[in-house]
């Protein structure tokens, strides 16, 4: 029991010594005067002021340059797709059309061959007549 007695005791000394030590700090800090208090709390408010209004502003521009960004590239994305779409239909037209015309020409080359044969034939056939 004395043993248990002398660490209550210890205890209670160590309390009592943590909170003068407390009390004797407390009295060492420099508290500022009633003006000092206002004229600091009014600069903090101030900056803090200053700031939201900042994020305020910042996020608000933002906000209209992203709505109105985004909107612009998808016109921007959207045209470009139809762009190339109509130019890849105008060069398939455009191909197609050349196609038909190289065809075209391919048979009138083909038919001027045969007409020419045929002219040829008829020729050498009068020549031969008109010899005898």
Same mark, same amino acid.
């Given at each position: 029991?004395?043993?248990?007695?002398?660490?209550?005791?210890?205890?209670?000394?160590?309390?009592?010594?943590?909170?003068?030590?407390?009390?004797?700090?407390?009295?060492?800090?420099?508290?500022?005067?009633?003006?000092?208090?206002?004229?600091?709390?009014?600069?903090?408010?101030?900056?803090?002021?200053?700031?939201?209004?900042?994020?305020?502003?910042?996020?608000?521009?933002?906000?209209?340059?992203?709505?109105?960004?985004?909107?612009?590239?998808?016109?921007?994305?959207?045209?470009?797709?139809?762009?190339?779409?109509?130019?890849?239909? !105008?060069?398939?037209? $455009?191909?197609?059309?050349?196609? #038909?015309?190289? =065809? &075209?020409? @391919?048979? *009138?080359? +083909?038919? !001027?061959?045969?007409? $020419?044969?045929?002219?040829?034939? #008829?020729?050498? =056939? &009068?020549? @031969?007549? *008109?010899? +005898?």
């Amino acid at each position: 029991m004395a043993q248990k007695d002398k660490k209550e005791i210890k205890n209670n000394k160590d309390k009592t010594s943590f909170f003068k030590s407390f009390k004797a700090e407390l009295k060492k800090v420099v508290w500022p005067t009633p003006k000092q208090l206002f004229n600091n709390t009014i600069a903090v408010l101030t900056i803090v002021l200053i700031t939201a209004t900042i994020v305020f502003v910042l996020d608000f521009a933002f906000e209209v340059l992203n709505e109105y960004g985004i909107d612009k590239i998808k016109q921007v994305v959207s045209n470009s797709a139809e762009n190339q779409t109509t130019d890849e239909q !105008n060069k398939t037209d $455009t191909n197609n059309e050349n196609v #038909e015309d190289n =065809n &075209e020409i @391919t048979e *009138n080359n +083909q038919e !001027n061959n045969e007409n $020419t044969s045929e002219n040829s034939s #008829e020729e050498k =056939n &009068e020549a @031969t007549n *008109n010899g +005898q």
